[in-house]
């Protein structure tokens, strides 16, 4: 699929052939547009300047229609066109993505920037999955990799007993209360790091997102392959022989977390484990 700058022109050049590749004898085509969501970009049209039996549909979708809603820094074009054929009318399709040029947001899609996490993984051992990826790759399990750590519940966004560790004016007996830790409506927070938008971020405590920086990285590394044998080991292999192929399995499932353990091992002073039954 076709990716193209958001807030772009985008030309696509359509060829009118049926699924055999044979060329259809269009007279009219009109087009709509519409995105991931399927909500309409571009109501039915007719396309100006279409000369009837030319072999290709020439559309251009203007950069106001490939821009985005909502923080989003990747998105996807639907673009469907209806070719009139005698009294008959036949659909085609065509797709492409939209990006923006940092498709990673700090504070919205991930803990940090693309070229952030390639210098903080210059300090991380044992990275083959991410050493091995290209940018869009590490970019996709980046993003992935804060949707994983997100499920966890983050001990700072609810006591902050945290907070300050890295001041020299921490006062381990008190109490700092944030705007980002605090009850919206009838709905409680709690540790969901999925409801901090980036100006919040921001002010989370340094080490904390020191963790979370790493944490990404390893988990992201996970994610494109990482290491094997920790695979099979969450799988519970217990015996591995070469000779004679012989494996192992121990009895039960194995916890099932949301992030790899090594990603944990990094957060695991800020996690929380324990859940709150309380009335609202």
Not at 22 to 48: F, H, K, P, W
Not at 243 to 254: D, H, I, L, T, V
Request: glycine share 8%; charged share 15%; net charge negative.
């Amino acid at each position: 699929m076709n990716v193209f700058l958001a807030a772009t022109d985008v030309t696509l050049a359509v060829p009118l052939v049926d699924t055999d590749g044979n060329t259809l004898s269009v007279s009219s085509v009109q087009y709509r547009v519409t995105d991931s969501l399927g909500d309409e970009v571009i109501a039915l049209t007719s396309l100006a300047g279409f000369v009837a039996l030319t072999p290709d549909a020439v559309i251009v979708i203007p950069a106001a229609s490939n821009t985005f809603i909502g923080g989003l820094t990747r998105d996807l074009r639907h673009v469907e066109l209806r070719c009139m054929i005698g009294l008959n009318i036949v659909t085609l399709t065509v797709d492409y993505i939209i990006e923006s040029g940092d498709q990673l947001e700090i504070g919205v899609n991930s803990f940090q920037s693309l070229a952030q996490a390639q210098f903080n993984a210059a300090l991380i051992p044992n990275l083959t999955g991410w050493s091995s990826a290209s940018s869009s790759q590490q970019i996709a399990a980046l993003i992935d990799a804060r949707l994983h750590i997100c499920q966890l519940n983050f001990s700072p966004l609810t006591g902050n007993k945290l907070w300050g560790q890295d001041s020299l004016n921490f006062v381990p007996e008190g109490s700092y209360p944030t705007n980002y830790a605090q009850r919206q409506g009838g709905f409680l927070w709690g540790g969901n790091l999925t409801f901090v938008n980036p100006e919040q971020f921001a002010k989370l405590p340094d080490l904390f997102r020191k963790a979370l920086n790493r944490a990404q990285i390893v988990e992201a590394d996970a994610i494109l392959g990482g290491d094997p044998v920790e695979e099979k080991r969450h799988a519970g292999l217990l015996l591995d022989t070469v000779g004679e192929s012989k494996q192992m399995y121990r009895a039960g499932k194995p916890l099932d977390l949301p992030v790899c353990r090594r990603a944990l091992s990094y957060l695991s002073m800020f996690v929380s484990f324990s859940k709150v039954i309380a009335r609202q």
